[in-house]
């Protein structure tokens, strides 16, 4: 049995009120969430970290020294606070010690690479992605050199714009040059340009029945198209804890680091509409 354990912002969040019984439900007693450590209890109001604790039956140590101490695999959560993870991850990626770093990675194209030559200069195996990488229609998609992506998804830009990025860099390639904003500000848009000038356009509506989805060009003058993306979570936990088992990094940290900076750079668009903000 390995031992896995958190490192969180605050614990009473979806990602951590769910990890535990999806691993467990993927690992059965291969893998268990055994520690928690959070900084402050949740400032919304709900459970603090004893409370966590004591609910999902996980012992709550004091600080990350000790989770990283005598956990074998960590976790660092704070999925919708990435301004933390430069402090959250400093210990866990320095550690030696299998590290999944939970979306969205960093808040800087400079803090992300930052965190990952701590990860390299420690021979720390570590990923971090949004779980659309695994979504099952990816495996589908047409390989080959791809022109243009139309891509759109739900949420707000802070958090959600992830989601449509790690699909659009994992079929582009990690070479983004420049963003234009072209949406609203009630359904942001962003035009995205990469080596060769090939381009992508994401659209964000703050709107739970719009799905994931996307069209494709290419180069060869064919397309293809996704209508929606499904299984995404579910394939994301078992690939996560295949990682913990074996090892195998999921995601190469150079797309990582792209995606960071195609978001910070797009979060510059937004207050210049129409106008190139280099990544």
């Given amino acids: 049995m390995k031992k896995i354990g958190f490192i969180d912002y605050y614990l009473d969040e979806w990602h951590a009120n769910n990890y ?4 467990k439900k993927v690992a059965g007693d291969e893998l268990v969430v055994a520690y928690a450590y959070a900084e402050i209890d949740s400032p919304k109001g709900g459970l603090t970290t004893d409370q966590w604790c004591e609910k999902y039956g996980v012992q709550r140590l004091n600080s990350i020294e000790e989770v990283v101490e005598k956990s074998d695999c960590l976790i660092v959560l704070s999925p919708d606070n990435p301004e933390r993870h430069l402090d959250l991850c400093q210990l866990p990626l320095a550690s030696g010690k299998r590290t999944y770093v939970d979306k969205t ?26 779980a659309l990488r695994f979504a099952s229609e990816m495996d589908q998609i047409k390989k080959g050199e791809i022109s243009f992506i139309n891509s759109r998804g739900p949420g707000v830009f802070e958090i959600y714009t992830i989601h449509q990025l790690e699909p659009i860099v994992m079929l582009m390639g990690s070479d983004a040059k420049r963003v234009m904003s072209v949406g609203t500000k009630e359904a ?17 509506f703050n709107s739970w029945d719009v799905n994931f989805a996307m069209n494709i060009a290419y180069a060869d003058g064919t397309f293809g198209s996704v209508s929606s993306m499904n299984s995404y979570f579910d394939n994301f936990i078992v690939q996560m804890c295949d990682f913990f088992k074996t090892g195998d990094v999921k995601a190469d940290p150079k797309e990582t680091i792209a995606i960071m900076g195609i978001i910070e750079s797009g979060a510059k668009a937004l207050a210049k509409p129409l106008e190139w903000i280099n990544v």
């Fill in 20 to 23: 535990p019984e999806f691993i």
């Fill in 105 to 130: 990675f960093a808040p800087t194209k400079a803090i992300a690479e930052e965190l990952v030559s701590i990860a390299e200069k420690n021979n720390t195996p570590f990923f971090s992605t949004s």
């Fill in 188 to 204: 942001p848009a962003l035009l995205i340009e990469f080596e060769g000038g090939r381009r992508a356009l994401l659209s964000l």
